[in-house]
């Protein structure tokens, strides 16, 4: 099977602004920011006591639309999985988030 298109993506960003840049630099524009908190989010993401930035990223002119959700953590604190140095920039580096 062949992917021709894919609704959204979700990336988990260190720095909100160079990500924000960056997928600009795509095309995309800003359509939501929202800081998602308390027990809904909690439950959904499977974290206790989560707080992030969730901006929706849209490309304009898209059809069917497509989008990119930016995903910053304010809460749990997130930790980079090491073996993956610096190679890429920061805002794009895997975290590894302490659960419960």
Same mark, same amino acid.
């Given at each position: 099977? $062949?992917? *021709?298109?894919?609704?959204?993506? *979700?990336?988990? !960003?260190?720095?909100?602004?160079?990500? $924000?840049?960056?997928?600009?630099?795509?095309?995309?524009?800003?359509? $939501?920011?929202?800081?998602?908190?308390?027990?809904?989010?909690? *439950?959904?993401?499977?974290?206790?006591?989560?707080?992030?930035?969730?901006? *929706?990223?849209?490309?304009?002119?898209?059809?069917?639309? !497509?989008?990119?959700?930016?995903?910053?953590?304010?809460?749990?604190?997130?930790?980079?999985?090491?073996?993956?140095?610096?190679?890429?920039?920061?805002?794009?580096?895997?975290?590894?988030?302490?659960?419960?």
């Amino acid at each position: 099977m $062949k992917i *021709t298109h894919f609704d959204h993506v *979700t990336v988990c !960003v260190s720095d909100l602004a160079a990500a $924000k840049r960056f997928f600009g630099l795509l095309g995309f524009a800003e359509d $939501k920011s929202v800081v998602i908190s308390g027990e809904r989010f909690a *439950t959904y993401m499977g974290l206790a006591e989560i707080e992030a930035d969730h901006v *929706t990223l849209v490309l304009p002119g898209a059809s069917p639309g !497509v989008e990119v959700q930016l995903l910053h953590y304010r809460h749990p604190e997130a930790a980079r999985y090491p073996e993956h140095g610096e190679a890429r920039p920061a805002w794009l580096q895997p975290y590894l988030l302490r659960g419960r």
